[in-house]
T-cell receptor, first 109, second 119 residues
Framework: GQNIDQPTEMTATEGAIVQINCTYQ??????LFWYQQHAGEAPTFLSY????GLEEKGRFSSFLSRSKGYSYLLLKELQMKDSASYLC??????????FGTGTKLQVIP | GAVVSQHPSRVICKSGTSVKIECRSL??????MFWYRQFPKQSLMLMAT?????????EQGVEKDKFLINHASLTLSTLTVTSAHPEDSSFYIC???????????????FGSGTRLTVV
C-alpha cells in the first residue's frame, strides 16, 4: 500500500512565504510532482523532483528527501491568485502517478 | 506544449443511462493514459491506467464493468460510465503520458476535466 499525506488546509498572508509539506510511503518510488489546482479545473504542473535537494523555479521551490519520504513546496511573495489547492503526487512503478490528499491554500490580504 | 483535449466538459444524464468521455492527445502520442475521479473538496483518485491496444488496469475498488475504458489508438482513450447513478456524479480527469516526455511537465498532460451530474 501507500500513503501520501498533506495538511488539509492552510492560510497565509499576501506577500508572505508558505511551506506546504508532503510525506509519503510507497514502493517503487520514481519521483514526486507538485501541482496547482483551481476549483473545477485540471491540475497545473509546478515541479517534479527525482533527486534529493531543492529546486527553485521563480516564486516556487520544491524540496525532496527520498530517505525521509518527505517533500515540501515553498511559495514566496504570495499573491491572491495563489489561492488554490496544491497536490503532491508520487510517480512510481511503471509511470503510475498517485495523488496525495491535497492542501487548500487560502491567501488573505 | 503538449495538449490533451477532453470532452465533454460538462454532462448531465439521467440515472441508468451511459455516458462516454473522450480524451485525446492532440500533438503527441500517448501509449498510456490515466483516468482519475475527483469528488468535491477531495484529491484526485486514480481509477485506471489504460494502455494502447490492451486492457486497462483498474485500481482496487473500481468496478471495471461499470467504468469501461477503451484505448484504441495512440491518441484516444475513452471512459464510459455505464448505468450511471447519482453517486457517480463527480469530476473526471484524464492524463496522457507522452512517449517522448520533456521537462515541461515530465510527460504527464492533463485534460480539462468532465463534470458529470447524474440526476
Amino acid at each position: 500500500g501507500q500513503n501520501i499525506d498533506q495538511p488539509t488546509e492552510m492560510t497565509a498572508t499576501e506577500g508572505a512565504i508558505v511551506q506546504i509539506n508532503c510525506t509519503y510511503q510507497t514502493s517503487g518510488f520514481n519521483g514526486l510532482f507538485w501541482y496547482q489546482q483551481h476549483a473545477g479545473e485540471a491540475p497545473t504542473f509546478l515541479s517534479y523532483n527525482v533527486l534529493d535537494g531543492l529546486e527553485e523555479k521563480g516564486r516556487f521551490s520544491s524540496f525532496l528527501s527520498r530517505s525521509k519520504g518527505y517533500s515540501y513546496l515553498l511559495l514566496k511573495e504570495l499573491q491572491m491568485k495563489d489561492s488554490a489547492s496544491y497536490l503532491c503526487a508520487v510517480s512510481r512503478g511503471y509511470q503510475k502517478v498517485t495523488f496525495g490528499t491535497g492542501t487548500k491554500l487560502q491567501v488573505i490580504p | 506544449g503538449a495538449v490533451v483535449s477532453q470532452h465533454p466538459s460538462r454532462v448531465i444524464c439521467k440515472s441508468g443511462t451511459s455516458v462516454k468521455i473522450e480524451c485525446r492527445s492532440l500533438d503527441f502520442q500517448a501509449t498510456t493514459m490515466f483516468w482519475y475521479r475527483q469528488f468535491p473538496k477531495q484529491s484526485l483518485m486514480l481509477m485506471a491506467t489504460s494502455n494502447e491496444g490492451s486492457k486497462a488496469t483498474y485500481e482496487q475498488g473500481v468496478e471495471k464493468d461499470k467504468f469501461l475504458i477503451n484505448h484504441a489508438s495512440l491518441t484516444l482513450s475513452t471512459l464510459t460510465v455505464t448505468s450511471a447513478h447519482p453517486e457517480d456524479s463527480s469530476f473526471y480527469i484524464c492524463s496522457a503520458r507522452d512517449v517522448l516526455p520533456d521537462n515541461s511537465n515530465y510527460g504527464y498532460t492533463f485534460g480539462s476535466g468532465t463534470r458529470l451530474t447524474v440526476v
